[in-house]
């Protein structure tokens, strides 16, 4: 089990890699649950033509 300093520093470290809130908390749920994480669309990392 985390502790409440553990998880403070972990979403700290999230956010300071430039994820959002809402991926923050996936992850999170993730570690606390283990539900799966979603699979990326390789077709949202294409950039526009």
């Known amino acids: 089990m985390m502790t409440i300093i553990e998880v403070e520093r972990m979403t700290e470290a999230l956010q300071a890699l430039g994820l959002s809130n809402d991926e923050i908390l996936l ?4 570690i606390a649950t283990g539900m799966a994480l979603p699979v990326q669309n390789p077709t949202d990392n294409k950039e526009p033509d």
């Open 27 to 30: 992850v999170q749920k993730h």
